[in-house]
């Protein structure tokens, strides 16, 4: 009876220890910079659009050019005709003064000082009271619910909070610190997610946003990952209001993966990896961007 | 004791990355669902999607599936492939990143298709390529549409007829 029962758990031990390296397949080269510059080494397109106020508006008109432009040229003052992200930051500004009449909101978004300025180019971070790190727009879920307000992460109300608090840094570089501790950790688990395969068409983020840049998909022209969190949540003419992590849901969906939930941990990792490759970058909201 | 060891058989029964949905995937009633934004309000609505993904891998730490991993096919001649319904598939499938003749927007993240008889290509090699393209490329970006189960093996016949018909 003994050696039966080593037997099976020899066995039951052999079964787990197979079973917990699934077979995964990655997308090679992981070379990157937690600085918008970095992109000099991956697309090069740094150059034309690394000052927002100097942008050769000649390669806006062309439509083989202006994907070097990193479609900058949708960010604040482009203003055409006023878009829906305008309206959201009004939206977020009456919202976020009714949430924080007694001054509580703010404070719990930023722990301790209470000052919004800096609240954008600091997230996501590391939160003590949630024992994780997390995006601002989880934290304004998580603030809303001690006041009892439902504000789903994702949701057009929690993405025009976080809008107006965006747009209350205008112009201040994204800088958040992914040097030591968790935040390194959740980089690097960004980073390999980022070039993790899934789905029905067996595509990493990296596929196309790391060895095909510059390259068409019919219309559409493959851009850099870098600089692209300076402009969420972004107005697009399909979603209306877009936060980071329902664009990744959406590109998910594009790309034949089943989405996650936004709020999840492998969302907030690849949005701490993608705010990273932003370090540097001056914040410019309400953006728009087309579909 | 009996009841113990039959436990145990039970657990050994189930693999421990069974092919469960994750949870923190966007799944209600085991379909693939998309966020749809509410203007003005603080609810996140979910609606069934297109298409459904739930059968394949996502990009959750709590996904234990794996990635089907490279397969050959030895396809058997002779070809019988309609090149008719091959070029429908390919206006499906292979068009938004490979230039097909008649395209006048096309995709070049995959080489060009145009004149592709030129290449003599052997119907198996072309064949596998479609099918599981890892074969010969692991680092390949192109989908294996036989080994994840995209096309059916006749619609690839049809997709080389039409391809090896390019002039």
């Known amino acids: 009876m003994k050696t039966l029962s080593f037997l099976l758990a020899a066995l039951l031990a052999s079964a787990t220890l197979a079973q917990d390296i699934p077979y995964r397949e990655y997308e090679p080269f992981e070379r990157y910079e937690p600085l918008v510059s970095g992109d000099l080494t991956l697309s090069g397109t740094y150059q034309y659009w690394k000052d927002p106020a100097n942008l050769d508006y000649r390669l806006a008109g062309n439509p083989d050019e202006n994907w070097k432009l990193n479609w900058k040229f949708m960010d ?216 | 004791m009996r009841l113990l060891l039959a436990g145990l058989a039970l657990l050994l029964a189930t693999p421990v990355w069974c092919a469960e949905i994750p949870s923190d995937a966007g799944v209600s009633d085991g379909k693939t669902m998309a966020p749809q934004i509410i203007v003005n309000s603080g609810r996140l609505e979910w609606a069934p999607y297109k298409r459904d993904f739930t059968r394949w891998l996502t990009l959750s730490y709590q996904d234990r599936r794996a990635t089907p991993e490279p397969t050959r096919f030895a396809m058997k001649l002779p070809l019988a492939g309609d090149k008719a319904r091959g070029k429908a598939l390919a206006w499906e499938w292979c068009i938004t990143c490979h230039t097909l003749p008649g395209d006048e927007w096309p995709g070049n993240v995959g080489s060009p298709m145009v004149h592709y008889k030129q290449y003599k290509h052997a119907d198996p090699l072309i064949f596998q390529q479609i099918f599981d393209p890892r074969i010969f490329n692991p680092n390949t970006v192109m989908p294996a549409f036989g080994t994840f189960g995209l096309l059916a093996e006749q619609d690839i016949r049809d997709l080389v007829a039409y391809l090896q018909s390019i002039e």
């Open chain 1, 76 to 291: 604040p003052p482009f203003n055409q005709a006023v878009h829906g992200g305008h309206f959201a930051v009004d939206r977020g500004e009456r919202l976020f003064k009714q949430l924080d009449v007694y001054g509580n909101f703010a404070s719990c978004l930023s722990e301790r000082t209470g000052s919004q300025q800096n609240l954008r180019a600091g997230y996501p971070r590391w939160r003590a009271d949630l024992g994780h790190v997390a995006g601002l727009e989880e934290v304004i879920e998580h603030c809303g619910a001690k006041q009892g307000r439902v504000l789903q992460n994702g949701s057009y109300d929690n993405s025009a909070i976080s809008l107006y608090l965006a747009s209350l840094g205008n112009g201040q570089p994204i800088n958040i610190d992914v040097s030591a501790g968790p935040m390194k950790e959740a980089y690097d688990r960004g980073r390999r997610l980022f070039h993790t395969k899934a789905g029905a068409f067996n595509f990493a983020c990296a596929s196309c946003h790391t060895h095909n840049i510059g390259k068409r998909l019919r219309g559409n022209v493959i851009t850099t990952i870098y600089g692209d969190a300076a402009h969420y949540p972004v107005y697009r003419t399909q979603y209306m209001l877009q936060s980071l992590q329902l664009r990744f849901a959406e590109c998910n969906l594009d790309t034949r993966t089943q989405p996650l939930r936004p709020g999840s941990q492998p969302y907030t990792d690849l949005e701490v990896f993608v705010t990273a490759l932003t370090n540097g970058y001056p914040i410019s909201v309400p953006a728009e961007r087309d579909w």
